[in-house]
């Protein structure tokens, strides 16, 4: 069975901000028993430890959802990212929102761009058609396919997709940051 996950991305946290901002939340999660206390071998990230579904996970979901496939699975917990990461799916229908809301189809190489950032070897500019504008690829929106920061919640195989009332709680910790919702199969 193939492995999904999304990630709940902090857009504007900076790198020293991003451990501080990980610890808050984690800790608000673990409270209200979304996630276990104790990392446990349950992602597939660098370690593989993360934290596993508390015993409120369901109160967290769809309510269509009772998260069973979720816990029945070896990989089903969360994962912090806190360094320089752009968080993107594998879908390839990728829209791209400017800062002033004209959407396009991204123009072909620039995914160049996000190589740009992430290298830091140079502004990773991206024009928009319609204003003229132009903006670092980071500010542009692209839907679920991407975002650019240094701190992601990556939940693995939760049910899709995350209740926005969760999605809202991670943002109301952040703020006045603003927050992505990116998601994919591997
Ligand atoms: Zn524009």
């Given amino acids: 069975m193939s492995n999904f996950f999304q990630v ?3 857009r504007d946290a900076s790198e020293p901000q991003a451990v501080f901002l990980a610890d808050r939340v984690l800790e608000w999660l673990k409270v ?3 996630v276990e206390a104790t990392p446990t071998a349950c992602v597939l990230g660098l370690d593989d430890m993360g934290y596993a579904p508390g015993c409120q996970m369901e ?3 769809d309510p269509r959802d009772d998260g ?3 816990r029945r699975m070896k990989v089903n917990g969360l994962e912090l990212i806190t360094k320089k990461t752009v968080f993107w799916s594998v879908s390839t229908d990728y ?6 809301g004209h959407a396009h189809t991204p ?5 160049a761009l996000a190589g740009e950032w992430f290298d830091a070897t140079g502004p990773a500019l991206m024009e928009c058609p319609t204003c003229h504008d132009s903006f670092s690829v980071t500010e542009w ?6 975002a650019f920061g240094y701190l992601g919640f990556q939940f693995w195989n939760w ?7 969760l999605v809202d709680e991670v943002a109301r910790l952040v703020a006045p940051h603003r927050v992505a919702l990116v998601y994919s199969k591997l």
């Fill in 32 to 34: 209200e028993q979304i």
């Fill in 141 to 146: 929106t692209f839907g679920h396919s991407f």
């Fill in 159 to 165: 049910p899709p997709y995350l209740s926005q009332r």
């Fill in 59 to 61: 109160n967290w979901l």
């Fill in 107 to 111: 123009p072909e190489g620039w995914l």
């Fill in 8 to 10: 709940v991305v902090d």
């Fill in 95 to 100: 829209k791209a929102e400017c800062p002033h």
């Fill in 68 to 70: 069973q496939d979720t």
